[in-house]
């Protein structure tokens, strides 16, 4: 099974200083869901780990946050993409559980979910804490230079990679779908096989 574990605020839609709350907040960045169908369509599953303290916090509910992933979801189907699964930290920083990242809790989880070897797995995110909760748990990390990173320099960013090494860095999720689809086609390429039914790059 090839998967991919996404963040979500910063990485797949706009992140907000005062969270994301509601579906009406939630607002996909420009050729963010396009990626993830491109993926699905190249044969990759897309999963998402996501801190949602705003849960623990009081600023909104499970009906909210379901919410706005049926928004999620319904844009994607028009794509003809879709996430499998949402796996979500509702814990402030002071509940001190082991699901919130930089803790790897929420990739074990996924992990155990879907019978994978997480050495396999590459994981995408928008800040240090994505990085550092997917390589605890053996995951391949990539940067986007998208939500929280945005803003960072050169030298910023350099000094935050030296936390994880070997992590990738793409402009955003859509230069991620596409270096790893054309790796993918690449090692295929290698073996002899054809690209047939794989992911259509512009």
């Known amino acids: 099974m090839k998967l991919v574990i996404l963040d979500r605020d910063g990485t797949i839609n706009e992140d907000r200083d005062d969270f994301v709350k509601s579906a009406d907040e939630w607002v996909p960045l420009p050729g963010a869901l396009e990626a993830i169908a491109r993926l699905n369509q190249a044969g990759w599953h897309t999963v998402v780990a996501t801190n949602q303290s705003g849960i623990g916090r009081g600023l909104f509910d499970m009906s909210a946050l379901n919410a706005m992933h049926a928004k999620m979801n319904q844009a994607l189907h028009k794509l003809g993409g879709r996430i499998d699964a949402v796996f979500f930290c509702p814990h402030t920083e002071l509940d ?31 800040s240090l804490r994505d990085l550092q909760a997917g390589a605890a748990a053996g995951c391949r990390a990539h940067l986007v230079r998208s939500g929280k990173v945005a803003k960072l320099g050169e030298e910023a960013i350099a000094r935050l990679l030296e936390s994880v090494p070997g992590a990738q860095v793409h402009h955003d999720l859509a230069a991620f779908a596409e270096s790893l689809i054309k790796h993918q086609r690449a090692a295929h390429f290698e073996g002899g096989k054809t690209d047939s039914g794989y992911g259509h790059l512009e």
């Open 96 to 126: 001190g559980c082991s699901c919130r990242k930089p803790l790897p809790g929420l990739f074990v989880q996924i992990g155990e979910r879907y019978g994978v070897n997480l050495a396999e797995v590459p994981v995408v995110g928008d």
